[in-house]
């Protein structure tokens, strides 16, 4: 019976070919612009090596001093001595690193050369700690991260990429060899593979111990927790509050507000993280709320206008819902044949959908998840189950939306009443 269903859908689709290919373009268009947004938050937020802890990483990235008795207010991104003194030694979460903030532009980028060579490179670097290669789960070629004692040490040692090793070392193991870096002296321990901008606390072109950089103690850091357990969050909250009250006491009379940790999520979506938890919450739920509503406008205004097409194409076969029904069918029978038939062109549909996201993703990489040009997007975050499972429901609620209204009210039209209305169009 469902390859009879099948056979029909197929010969409706083949008579009504100008219909049929607006219909399948109409769907495709939907999906594809509802799975370039849904596309573009798995991207900024799946767990993906190298940012494989994602989501049990939380982040601290600004602080606020005032002095009351002055009128005095600082506030800025988090200084590595205040990282150093009251963030690393916390003990609720499993670890604590931080990293210097990816802008590219000037302010990150270094000029590395070869020893001896002339031509030089820019590099973005990136300065952090041991506890740093514990957190991201990057892939060495060759060597291996610094260690604790290297960076305890100040050593200047320095991870690079594989991008980088070729250009300075073609042909050659970098590991081990000496490069100058800001006309210093480094010498190579490891060489990882390219990591995508898509991971911007990961992403860079070489990685050093903060502590082997000058004027280090004053460097702008965004530090970064990872929890063992979820419900650990109120007692890291605790610890916080007791790193504030240590601080108060010994620098009166200033007083310490560090922002509360959040997720990756909100890391990613652009909230004010100098307001109050309350209002960064509150700020989260509208966005939400706005994403909803463009989803849903995305769904609907093509549900609505495919559910014309299929009003049209109901009415040519009034007469044979109207005959079939003489002959005992029943209207449920009726209903789910119509379904099953537009489900093809919703699924011809979504398909094409799902194939035109990938390069659209792609194209708009820059304004979507802000990848500078020349960067690319990673495959594997941008083929999870999660997005074929979004595919298949949305393509069945368009096929409900478009043709479900349709199919109902030919089903209940009487049988007298689907013959009538086929002589009058005859």
């Avoid at 892939?139 to 040692?157: H, L, N, T």
Wanted: hydrophobic content about 45%; aromatic content about 10%.
């Amino acid at each position: 019976m469902y390859k009879i269903y099948l056979k029909q859908a197929w010969q409706m689709l083949m008579q009504n070919r100008f219909i049929s290919i607006i219909a399948i373009l109409g769907t495709a268009l939907a999906i594809m612009m509802i799975l370039v947004i849904v596309m573009a938050d798995t991207v900024q937020n799946a767990d993906a090596a190298p940012e494989s802890n994602r989501s049990r990483t939380l982040y601290i990235e600004f602080f606020a001093k005032r002095d009351t008795t002055r009128g005095a207010l600082h506030m800025g991104t988090l200084p590595y001595s205040l990282v150093k003194e009251y963030l690393l030694n916390l003990k609720t979460p499993e670890l604590v690193t931080f990293v210097n903030e990816a802008r590219y532009d000037s302010r990150d980028y270094c000029i590395i050369n070869r020893q001896g060579a002339d031509n030089s490179f820019d590099a973005m670097t990136r300065m952090t700690n041991d506890a740093y290669w514990k957190l991201m789960n990057f892939s060495f070629v060759s060597g291996r991260p610094f260690s604790k004692e290297e960076y305890d040490a100040g050593q200047q040692v320095a991870v690079i990429s594989q991008s980088l090793a070729t250009k300075l070392f073609p042909g050659e193991d970098a590991t081990g060899k000496t490069v100058d870096l800001k006309f210093v002296p480094f010498r190579i321990v490891g060489v990882v593979k390219d990591v995508s901008p898509v991971f911007k606390e990961a992403a860079g072109d070489v990685w050093v111990p903060i502590t082997a950089q000058e004027d280090y103690t004053e460097k702008q850091l965004i530090a970064m927790l990872r929890l063992r357990d979820k419900d650990d969050y109120p007692a890291l909250l605790r610890e916080i509050d007791e790193a504030e009250r240590r601080f108060n006491l010994a620098n009166k009379p200033w007083t310490l507000s560090l922002n509360a940790p959040y997720s990756h999520r909100t890391h990613t979506m652009g909230v004010d993280r100098y307001v109050s938890e309350k209002e960064r919450q509150q700020a989260i739920r509208t966005k939400y709320r706005k994403s909803a509503i463009i989803l849903l406008v995305l769904l609907l205004v093509p549900a609505v206008n495919l559910t014309g097409f299929s009003l049209s194409r109901m009415r040519k076969r009034m007469s044979e819902i109207g005959i079939r029904k003489a002959f005992g069918a029943k209207r449920h029978v009726i209903l789910f044949q119509v379904l099953y038939e537009n489900m093809l062109t919703s699924l011809i549909g979504g398909l094409l959908g799902l194939i035109l996201s990938y390069p659209m993703v792609l194209w708009l990489r820059h304004w979507l998840l802000g990848i500078p040009p020349g960067g690319e997007v990673p495959a594997g975050t941008m083929l999870p189950l999660p997005v074929f499972l979004m595919t298949f429901l949305v393509c069945i609620l368009l096929n409900l939306l478009s043709a479900g209204i349709p199919a109902y009210r030919a089903a209940k039209m009487s049988i007298v009443d689907s013959l009538y209305q086929n002589d009058q169009r005859s």
